[in-house]
């Protein structure tokens, strides 16, 4: 399947996508406090995106070939899960980290992005690990401009991740997006920099690094979604939507309360 560029009008509307998706992790983001289930999470952003926002949640009822129907409108995976957790009703506690990915659809476009959360006060480690993640994806999204590589991005990342003592997952990665919820190009997060297909103004992709305390080696629970690290070890992701213009790069999933981006992007 071949990259779909994208031109001013069709990015228009996956701003408006991406940055609803942005304000739902805004508006959930006071909740996420230790008592609160990953249930109760759930419902809260369902009710936000379809009552509020007149949206759709992209991942409930999700089956892609092989998957059963993903049964929740958005993903939060706690602690050692990696990603696609499937919320339920065990309660967060003190020194959890979470993260709550959220997948908006609004007039046929899709928008994706995740957060960290660390639930009160967590561990040295926990809170470096989430940090490091954070500055994986934005060293990612630095690497986008006109000309540059896909292998450029997960060099990045992986150079960075792989110093400060943790490793990248790799069998998930980021991921084109727009009328469908994945299209081309796929977005790894590890590799070589100056391979992989050139970058295109008109590119719209996701970078969702996801950063293990541990090793890299992941297991899937009998739940046929929710992936976890083979140790048991923490891990981390940090999502955001970018689109590559004819200067560099923006970032489409930006909403009020997220982490600041640096200049660049």
Not at 78 to 103: A, E, F, S, Y
Not at 259 to 264: D, Q
Request: charged share 20%; proline share 8%.
């Amino acid at each position: 399947m071949a990259i779909i560029i994208k031109n001013g009008e069709e990015i228009d509307g996956m701003r408006i996508a991406c940055r609803l998706a942005g304000e739902v992790l805004d508006y959930v983001a006071p909740f996420v406090k230790p008592g609160v289930t990953t249930d109760e999470l759930d419902r809260l952003c369902h009710d936000y995106m379809v009552d509020v926002q007149g949206c759709v949640p992209a991942p409930l009822n999700y089956a892609p070939p092989g998957y059963p129907p993903y049964p929740k409108s958005i993903c939060a995976s706690v602690n050692h899960q990696v990603c696609h957790g499937v919320p339920n009703n065990r309660p967060l506690k003190k020194g959890d980290i979470v993260n709550l990915d959220i997948t908006t659809i609004k007039d046929g476009w899709h928008g994706d992005t995740s957060r960290m959360f660390v639930v009160g006060e967590a561990s040295i480690l926990a809170k470096r690990l989430c940090l490091i993640t954070f500055e994986c994806l934005l060293l990612g999204i630095a690497q986008v401009r006109p000309g540059g590589r896909l292998g450029d991005i997960g060099a990045a990342i992986q150079r960075h991740a792989e110093r400060n003592g943790f490793s990248v997952v790799r069998e998930f990665c980021g991921h084109g997006i727009g009328r469908s919820f994945h299209e081309e190009p796929q977005v790894l997060h590890y590799g070589k920099a100056g391979t992989g297909p050139e970058l295109q103004p008109g590119m719209v992709f996701t970078i969702e690094p996801m950063i293990n305390a541990g090793k890299a080696a992941i297991s899937e629970l009998p739940d046929g979604w929710t992936i976890v690290t083979k140790d048991r070890g923490l891990s981390a992701q940090w999502e955001h939507t970018v689109a590559v213009t004819a200067t560099g790069v923006e970032v489409l999933t930006l909403s009020a309360a997220a982490p600041p981006m640096p200049k660049f992007a």
